[in-house]
């Protein structure tokens, strides 16, 4: 990884500070609503305000159409929440994707996560036209190349401040084909990717694997691996993960978990069956993070708790990574003027 | 035997030589009684079948359609009376998409030695097109050439 | 070859619904191949075009002949005189021979029989998959003949994305993944490095984005004769 410029940092934003300064870092996920009220996103940022370093904000996930990334992004930046903002290759060509993103460093974002976003045939629009006028990587590559070389992916120089991000990509350790996955994230390790955040991980053996072969390839000490965690909510999205979801691999051991969870509790009761079920949940997030907590090359946990935010104040404190560390701040307030 | 309305019936039934035609040979043989209505054509094996011919057939007058190829997996040419069942499948709904109940066409299997099950079969096949009436084109037909006598060209 | 499905008979019927005589085309070369346009499927829309409207009591007058090649001037120049006695021409060519009728004899009405789907084979008969997307610029030497922008939902370069699962792709349970086809084509070769480089962002003004394409051979050109 290159330094250069704003006082070491590559972005300075908390996220890269916290992993700069080697503490285990933690990050959330915040879905935009599907609307235009600013609300949701405020009364979201305030729950996981302090509870994490940063949360991503969804791009149209599942391509379902909400509220804009970079929107939502900027009321979580005025709730003092910093955010991960989404970018997918599925909506924007690198024309709209460059200008936008000028836009969200203009609004004081400083985390992108680069995706190539899922098929549009998931989502409420299935007759849009797709864009993938870049994929993740060359989208990777592109953001990196605008806040380290200060031109434009077309390769024209930038006359002014150029947007500095700290930029992210995803992996899945589970897709197919297995052996190939680590060369992926390989690639997108050389196409400047400073952190990588994960899929789903259920199969911790599956994925010490998986770490293995990241460690061999070196990959841990160039980038850095934030492992995804989700909690269950009860056996049905369990087993639905399980059975339904391409790329994710969900043991029997959590489904049977998560069924066991009510026993003793009458049938009837649906407030304490669901209770149990969610307490349970969380209790697996825990164990799951504390096990990756001891993979060598794991540097974070990202934490997906989609529609219910409420969960992931439990899940740091129980992982025992709350209170949240306070980086080092920026020597500096006006980082664009340090180079 | 004629339609609710006294027009004469039309049955075109393509038999396969191996199978159904020597069945109906047979049936004459045996004084086996099917309607006379039915007009048979030989195929050198349902797979043959051609959709376009069918569709002539309905085109210039034929009130149905029966296709009678060999019992399945006895086929002469190991397959062509399973590609017919499809085939007829396919006419089916060609023929509901221009107007005609698609229910005019269909598909029978048999034995050369079924000379009593190719006589039930024309018959049955007669008996559901007198209950569907005459093939709705040759209505057409008689209505345009009324129209033209009640009211002569020039 | 190019691969194209007939369009439902009632919307067939709505494009000529004011003419009287009809003429469909049929085209001799790919939609013959595909069993979409040509002579048999042709002569099969006549019939049920001829039969529908006389049932519903407005009967059109409708023929059909086949041509080679509806792409070609020299296939469709001698249908002047047919094409000049109808009021319709219904082309069961694919895009390019509606177009070329049209182009031909503009003061005709053409419409077209089928919908051109995509350039591709039968992977068996009466099973076509799309295989070329023709992009302008050929990546099959890096990709072990398997084409990423044909045949990848979303035209990766550097494949393949987090919901291939089982040698699927996610958008649907029939489709193989078509990075796990390169993926398995080039470990089979042992010709993984080529997946190590990152395929640099794409032009695509090879494509369709670069707006209508077009290709002049000076060398094939005929020389021009001076006007008379």
């Known amino acids: 990884m290159t330094e250069n410029m704003t006082n070491g940092y590559k972005s300075g934003s908390r996220l890269e500070r916290i992993l700069r300064a080697g503490h285990f870092a933690v990050t959330g996920e915040l879905g935009p609503p599907q609307s235009a009220d600013g609300e949701v996103i405020r009364k979201k940022a305030r729950l996981l305000q302090g509870i994490v370093d940063a949360a991503n904000i969804t791009d149209n996930q599942t391509a379902i159409v909400r509220m804009s990334s970079i929107g939502a992004g900027t009321i979580a930046v005025q709730e003092g929440l910093e955010p991960v903002v989404q970018m997918t290759c599925r909506d924007r060509n690198r024309l709209a994707i460059q200008s936008d993103l000028m836009g969200a460093y203009a609004l004081g974002m400083r985390n992108v996560l680069c995706l190539t976003g899922d098929h549009q045939s998931f989502g409420n629009h299935p007759t849009a036209k797709n864009v993938h006028d870049l994929d993740s990587l060359q989208l990777t590559q592109m953001v990196v190349k605008m806040r380290d070389e200060k031109c434009f992916q077309c390769g024209d120089e930038m006359k002014g401040a150029e947007p500095r991000f700290f930029v992210g990509a995803a992996a899945n350790p589970f897709g197919d084909p297995f052996e190939w996955r680590p060369y992926r994230l390989q690639k997108k390790v050389k196409a400047g990717a400073d952190f990588i955040q994960t899929q789903l991980i259920f199969n911790i053996e599956r994925f010490a694997k998986y770490m293995e072969k990241i460690r061999e390839l070196g990959l841990h000490e160039q980038t850095y691996i934030l492992a995804g965690i989700g909690p269950l909510k009860s056996p049905g999205m369990a087993r639905y993960m399980r059975d339904q979801v391409p790329g994710l691999d969900v043991p029997d051991i959590w489904v049977d978990r998560m069924m066991g969870a009510t026993t003793g509790i009458d049938k009837e009761d649906k407030k304490a069956r669901q209770d149990a079920w969610r307490r349970e949940g969380i209790q697996i997030a825990i164990e799951l993070i504390k096990e990756l907590k001891q993979i060598e090359g794991v540097a974070g946990v990202h934490i997906m708790a989609i529609e219910w935010e409420e969960a992931v104040k439990p899940i740091v404190e129980g992982a025992e990574l709350f209170p949240r560390p306070e980086p080092t701040s920026l020597p500096t307030s006006d980082t664009e003027t340090a180079a | 035997m004629n339609t609710a309305d006294g027009t004469p019936l039309k049955i075109v039934a393509f038999c396969c030589r191996y199978c159904s035609y020597a069945a109906a040979d047979l049936a004459g043989v045996l004084r086996l009684r099917y309607p006379a209505e039915t007009r048979i054509v030989q195929i050198p094996c349902t797979g043959r079948l051609d959709t376009l011919e069918v569709l002539h057939a309905f085109e210039h007058g034929a009130d149905g359609v029966m296709v009678a190829g060999c019992l399945e997996g006895d086929c002469h040419f190991q397959e062509g009376n399973l590609n017919a069942r499809r085939r007829v499948e396919h006419i089916k709904q060609l023929i509901l998409q221009i107007g005609l109940e698609p229910e005019r066409v269909e598909m029978f299997n048999l034995s050369s030695a079924m000379a009593r099950q190719f006589a039930d079969a024309a018959t049955s096949m007669t008996q559901r097109i007198i209950d569907l009436g005459p093939n709705p084109l040759r209505v057409a037909d008689r209505d345009q050439m009324n129209q033209m006598i009640e009211k002569p060209a020039g | ?228």
């Not at chain 3, 003949?145 to 699927?168: F, V």
């Not at chain 3, 070769?189 to 209508?212: F, K, V, Y």
């Open chain 3, 1 to 228: 070859m190019i691969v194209a499905e007939q369009k439902p008979l009632e919307e067939i019927k709505g494009l000529i619904n004011e003419a009287n005589k009809v003429l469909v085309v049929g085209c001799g070369t790919c939609v013959t191949v595909c069993f979409a346009g040509g002579d048999k499927e042709a002569g099969i829309l006549a019939t049920s075009l001829r039969m529908n409207t006389k049932l519903e009591g407005a009967p059109k007058d409708v023929t059909h002949l086949t041509v080679q090649r509806q792409c070609e001037w020299e296939y469709i120049d001698p249908l002047r005189d047919q094409i000049g006695e109808v009021d319709a021409v219904v082309s069961l060519g694919c895009g390019i021979g509606v177009q070329a009728l049209a182009e031909r004899y503009p003061e005709a009405i053409i419409v077209p029989g089928l919908n051109t789907s995509f350039l591709g084979l039968p992977i068996e008969q009466g099973v076509w998959e799309e295989r070329c997307a023709a992009c302008g610029e050929c990546i099959l030497g890096l990709t072990g003949g398997i084409c990423p922008i044909a045949r990848c939902a979303k035209q990766l370069l550097n494949g393949p994305c987090g919901g291939s699962q089982n040698g699927l792709c996610e958008i649907n349970p029939e489709t193989p993944c078509a990075w796990q086809l390169i993926y398995e084509k080039l470990a089979a070769q042992n010709r993984l490095h080529l997946l190590m480089e990152i395929q640099p962002a794409r032009n695509w003004s090879t494509g369709r984005d670069g707006g209508p394409r077009k290709i002049t051979r000076e060398d094939l050109r005929l020389v021009k004769k001076e006007a008379e």
